[in-house]
C-alpha cells in the first residue's frame, strides 16, 4: 500500500490534510474539499506520524506501505466545479497566428519559385494517375471545390469563436495549420512534377528568379488568398501535397473534435463537403491522387498526434519512453501547452460583452 502525500482545498480555500491511499486522511473534516467522509486512520500504538512513517521491516528497510509519494495539486490546474483550469493567454494565440502567417507566405513563395521549374507541357504530358482514368476531368469543378472551402473555413472559424476556450482552440488550429503548411513548402520545393490539367491557365515563365518578382507574385497570391476561384492563382506547380485537401480535412477534425458529440449531423454534413471537396479537385485535376493522399495523412496524423499529447499530461513531458515527444515540433507544442491543464471541454458561450447578461452560459458536450 503507498500513502500518497496531497494537497487539496477547503470550502474557504485553506490548504487540507495529506491523503491517504487507503482512503483516509489525517485530521481531515467534512469541511475539506473533495475530503468529506474520511476520518482518522493512523494506528493507535504509534505515537506520531514519523513514527508510522518511519516503520521497518527485521532488515532495516522501510515497508512498502510507508513509501511517500507527493503530488502536487494546485488550485491552478483545477476549479471549483471539478474542472480542469484552462489558462487562455492570447498573446500565444497571437504567436500562433504569426507562425501560421510566416508559414503561409514561405509556401507561396515556394509556388512563386517553382512555377519556373515546372516542366513544360508541350514536352511532359500529366503523370500517370488512375483516378485520371476513370474518371473525365471537369474545369468547373475547382471552383466548387474551392466555394466549399470558403464555406468551411467561415462556418468552421465561426464555431471556434463561439467556442468557451475559443483562444486555446484557435491558436492549436494556427499552429497546426503552421506545421502543414511549413512541411508542404518543403514538399514542393524539392520536387516538380507535370502540370495535371491540360487546360488550367498557367502564367509565361519569366524564366528570372529575382527576388522583386518573387514578391510581386507572393503579393497577387495573398491578394487571392491562395484560391483559383477570384483568377489571382494563375501559378503552376503547388503539388506535392494538396493544400486543398489539408484545408477540407482540417476543417472536419476540428468541427468534429470541438463540436458537441450529439451534434451527428453536423459532423456528416463536413464529413459529405469535405469528400465531395477533395473529389472535386481530382476531377477539375487540380490534384494529382497521390497529393490528395499524402495532404490527407498528414493533416489526420498531425491533427491527431497533437490532441494526443495535449489531451494527456504525462506525454507533455519528454521522456525515454515517450516517443510522440521525438516530433520535431514537440518543443513549441510544449510552449503552446504548458498552462493547458486538461482536455478542452465542448463548451460555447457568447463571444461579445453584450447581449450577454440575457445569455446564461452554455456548457453543451
Known amino acids: 500500500m503507498i500513502q500518497v502525500m496531497d494537497t487539496t482545498l477547503s470550502a474557504t480555500g485553506a490548504e487540507g490534510q495529506p491523503l491517504l491511499c487507503n482512503g483516509a486522511a489525517s485530521g481531515a473534516s467534512s469541511g475539506v474539499g473533495g475530503t468529506s467522509g474520511l476520518h482518522h486512520s493512523w494506528p493507535e500504538h504509534h505515537a ?27 488550485a491552478s490546474t483545477v476549479e471549483r466545479g471539478g474542472e480542469p483550469r484552462l489558462l487562455q493567454e492570447k498573446w500565444k494565440t497571437l504567436v500562433a497566428f504569426t507562425f501560421l502567417s510566416a508559414n503561409l507566405i514561405l509556401n507561396l513563395t515556394c509556388l512563386a519559385y517553382v512555377h519556373e521549374r515546372i516542366p513544360d507541357r508541350a514536352k511532359y504530358p500529366p503523370l500517370p494517375d488512375v483516378f485520371f482514368d476513370l474518371f473525365p476531368p471537369l474545369d468547373w469543378a475547382l471552383d466548387v471545390s474551392e466555394s466549399i472551402i470558403i464555406f ?3 462556418s468552421t472559424l465561426g464555431l471556434l469563436l463561439i467556442h468557451r476556450y475559443r483562444w486555446i482552440v484557435l491558436q492549436r488550429v494556427f499552429f497546426i495549420m503552421g506545421l502543414l503548411y511549413f512541411m508542404r513548402s518543403i ?48 501559378f503552376c506547380g503547388d503539388y506535392i501535397y494538396s493544400g486543398h485537401t489539408v484545408i477540407l480535412t482540417l476543417s472536419y477534425l476540428v468541427v468534429r473534435e470541438y463540436s458537441p458529440q450529439r451534434c451527428k449531423y453536423l459532423h456528416l454534413v463536413y464529413l459529405v463537403l469535405s469528400t465531395v471537396g477533395i473529389l472535386m479537385v481530382l476531377l477539375s485535376r487540380g490534384h494529382y491522387t497521390v497529393d490528395v493522399v499524402i495532404g490527407y495523412y498528414v493533416t489526420s496524423r498531425v491533427f491527431w498526434i497533437y490532441h494526443t499529447l495535449a489531451n494527456n499530461m504525462a506525454l507533455k513531458v519528454a521522456s525515454q519512453n515517450n516517443y510522440l515527444s521525438r516530433s520535431w515540433w514537440f518543443s513549441l507544442f510544449t510552449y503552446f501547452e504548458k498552462n493547458v491543464g486538461g482536455v478542452v471541454p465542448r463548451q460555447y458561450e457568447w463571444p461579445l460583452p453584450w447581449p450577454r447578461r440575457w445569455l446564461p452560459r452554455t456548457r453543451i458536450s
Open 48 to 74: 506520531s506520524c514519523d513514527e508510522y512513517r518511519n516503520r521497518r521491516d527485521k532488515n532495516g528497510d522501510l515497508l512498502a506501505c510507508d513509501t511517500v509519494i507527493s503530488i502536487g495539486a494546485t
Open 152 to 154: 468551411c473555413i467561415w
Open 187 to 234: 514538399t514542393m520545393f524539392v520536387t516538380q512534377v507535370p502540370v495535371a490539367s491540360t487546360t488550367y491557365y498557367c502564367s509565361p515563365k519569366a524564366n528570372s528568379t529575382n527576388p522583386l518578382l518573387i514578391m510581386k507574385r507572393v503579393a497577387q497570391l495573398l491578394s487571392g488568398f491562395g484560391l483559383s476561384i477570384n483568377g489571382q492563382h494563375t
